[in-house]
């Protein structure tokens, strides 16, 4: 199966193209309030440099957070507008679980930590359980490195932009008989590992529906703002433009384009 995976949880952007667990091509940048301006270029990048067409897709992943309140509606926007006009089916994946998959196989229990915006940390504990099966230890917090702290015992490898920005006070509080090691291989959130995440959903047929929303963890005061007020969410404004904006570029569908999402 061949799909285009986007991650724009964190400032640090990625987009994939995917055939299986063949990675054809990806892009990496530091997209730090930049998405809404950079990701549609990084996508058409991404299928120039490869050879590649939307046509030729099977399917899209994207990561959904926690994280970037405006880096996640840019992401899942664009992402649901390349659907509405492939009508491809779309698997929506955690960033911290995409993360997991960067340590895939690992024996430990592994904790992905990335920063939230006021300054906290959003965090969770996983273990793998051979190379396919990943299990929840602790689901997605948000809250200070103290409260993340109590929560490690025994060894964990932990990593993240989070750990990083908060891995003294993390160490300070951990309990006695916490022993943390910090992961050796790619530590950032990746559109290949949400890609391999989403892969596994597909061919369960999790395949997410119309009323798909970003995985805030916390409800930021914007959203809030905009259901008290009967508005359309930015989300939707930027679907609605992104659809406009494809709907000159993706001039092709492919055979199973009736397929629903």
């Known amino acids: 199966m061949k799909i285009l995976a986007v991650e724009t949880a964190t400032a640090w952007q990625s987009v994939a193209l995917l055939d299986g667990e ?6 990496d940048q530091d997209a730090a309030g930049s998405h809404a301006k950079l990701l549609l270029p990084a996508i058409d990048r991404l299928f120039s ?23 996640l509606r840019v992401g899942l926007a664009t992402v649901l507008g390349i659907r509405t006009i492939t009508q491809l089916p779309l698997a929506v994946v955690p960033t911290l679980e995409g993360m997991a998959w960067n340590l895939r ?10 920063n939230s915006r006021r300054g906290e940390v959003y965090w969770a504990l996983f273990q793998w359980r ?8 602790v689901p997605e917090q948000v809250g200070g490195a ?6 490690l015992s025994g060894p964990v490898v932990i990593y ?28 950032r959130p990746s ?26 963890v916390q409800r930021p005061e914007a959203e809030l703002r905009y259901e008290q007020s009967g508005g359309m969410s930015p989300l939707s404004r930027r679907r609605q433009k992104i659809a406009r904006k494809l709907s000159g570029r993706l001039s092709t569908k492919p055979a199973h384009s009736r397929r629903k999402p």
Do not use: M
């Open 49 to 71: 440099h490869a050879g590649f067409r939307p046509a030729q897709l099977d399917g899209l992943v994207v990561s959904i957070g926690p994280g970037s309140f405006t880096g």
């Open 146 to 151: 103290e409260a993340l702290a109590k929560h």
């Open 22 to 27: 063949r990675v054809i091509a990806r892009h």
């Open 191 to 216: 559109a290949v590992s949400v890609g391999l995440a989403g892969l596994l959903r597909l061919s369960r047929g999790e395949v997410a529906g119309l009323g798909v929303s970003p995985f805030y």
């Open 130 to 137: 051979g190379n396919d099966r990943l299990d929840r230890l």
């Open 160 to 187: 993240g932009d989070g750990w990083e920005t908060e891995k003294a006070a993390i160490t300070a509080n951990a309990v006695p008989t916490a022993v943390l090691t910090e992961a050796s291989d790619e530590k």
């Open 105 to 114: 196989g690992v024996s430990l229990p592994i904790c992905p930590v990335i």
